[in-house]
């Protein structure tokens, strides 16, 4: 009998608090939105389940940037993938190797042009971290921790916010694949808003041809350039062309599936969980979380409009027939390739199918994977 009390006693029925209970709400409402939405079901679910865990009383599966461990003490299972994989920075750029090997980045080479467009469409993640730092007084590592997510990219969020404001994780990374997952709801208003329909009906010219020489030489100079002019951004984009090296040199085949399969795959289980087991009740329901939800919106919306702004811009100065859709600008968020899509189906239906522009907001959309980790590091080099 003192057993069996001894064994009540221990059960987490009895620790179940108010912010628990929320906390299970917001874990299903994830898991749902990714299975029967489809919702970035990839990281979602692992997410929403992780947090869910995290919230079981006495289960020691949580992870914390500040947990330290005494002598003796049991380390939760999701904080030796925290310490292991986030702590020292290593997940996130495994990530951004898979990424390489599976992004194509001819229509980026076939146009350079759409280079602006990808870097113009971070104007989001800037304005976003100003209005964190001055309108709601965070401090300057946390504003850039949430100005990232207008980039829509989630490694490259939580890469950052693990550096600079580790006790955002939870928070920044939900609100990023959110927003990623979001694309088809937020861009087409404010494409429709942003746009006439003349411009809607360009129709960009076909792309010139790539040849394998270039396509090997970009990301062998990407790599390099970048790196020198930001080291900071290094990791990120070191791993991201080197993953496309082996996509486009044509004789590591099996390398580059590994990259874009099997180990992405099983980078993006343990990266989903340990984000979720970050979303403990004490530190996820705050005010600070629903402030970061908004500002991301708001990045994310700022860094849409500016691709499309900066387009119609750039068509001041070129002649008729060289004249870009300025929807595809949309695209300069890095939520590859779900953003270009979003493009093609609105530019599509808008103009009844006459005009088809995928390849061409593919341009930007790679570009903005570019563009996301060149801004983190700006911030780490400012502020880290």
């Keep these: 009998m003192d057993a069996l009390i001894e064994l009540l006693q221990s059960a987490g029925f009895r620790h179940i608090e108010w912010r628990n209970a929320v906390m299970f709400f917001i874990a299903g409402v994830l898991i749902f939105l990714a299975v029967k939405k489809n919702y970035e079901p990839l990281l979602l679910i692992p997410i929403g389940f992780g947090a869910m865990l995290s919230n079981l009383p006495e289960a020691a599966m949580t992870a914390s940037s500040e947990f330290v461990a005494d002598p003796g003490e049991r380390v ?30 001819r229509p980026l080479l076939s146009r350079p042009l759409t280079l602006i467009l990808g870097a113009s469409a971070q104007i989001g993640i800037f304005m976003a971290a100003l209005g964190a730092y001055y309108v709601f007084g965070f401090s300057a590592q946390e504003a850039a921790s949430i100005g990232i997510i207008g ?50 009906e360009i129709d960009m010219s076909q792309e010139r041809h790539v040849s394998q020489t270039a396509v090997i030489i970009f990301p062998v100079s990407v790599a ?5 002019a930001i080291p900071a951004a290094a990791p990120l984009i070191g791993m991201l062309m080197f993953g496309n090296l082996l996509r486009e040199s044509g004789v590591t085949d099996r390398l580059s599936r590994t990259a874009g399969g099997a180990l992405i795959n099983i980078v993006t289980i343990f990266l989903g969980l340990v984000i979720g087991a970050t979303m403990d009740g004490d530190s996820f329901l705050r005010a600070q979380t629903v402030f970061i ?22 068509n001041l100065f070129l002649p008729r027939g060289r004249r870009i859709n300025p929807c595809v600008g949309a695209a300069g968020v890095s939520a590859v390739p779900m953003a270009a899509r979003v493009v093609q189906q609105f530019v599509s239906t808008q103009t009844g199918g006459r005009v088809n522009p995928l390849m061409s907001a593919m341009g930007p959309n790679v570009a903005g994977v570019i563009g996301s980790a060149v801004a983190a590091g700006v911030f780490l080099a400012l502020l880290g």
Aim: glycine letters at 8%; zero cysteines.
């Design 76 to 105: 939760p299972l999701f904080q030796l993938i925290y310490d292991a994989g986030i702590r020292t920075e290593l997940l996130p750029p495994i990530i951004f190797m898979g990424v390489g090997a599976l992004t194509d980045f």
């Design 151 to 200: 980039g829509a990219d989630g490694p490259t969020s939580i890469f950052l916010t693990a550096i600079m404001a580790p006790h955002l994780l939870g928070a920044v990374a939900v609100a990023a694949y959110s927003y990623m997952a979001l694309v088809p709801v937020i861009q087409p208003p404010i494409m429709r808003l942003l746009t006439t329909k003349k411009e809607r």
């Design 224 to 228: 390099v350039v970048v790196s020198l």
């Design 293 to 314: 939800m908004i500002l991301g919106a708001v990045a994310f919306a700022l860094s849409t409009a500016g691709g499309i702004l900066f387009a119609k811009l750039i």
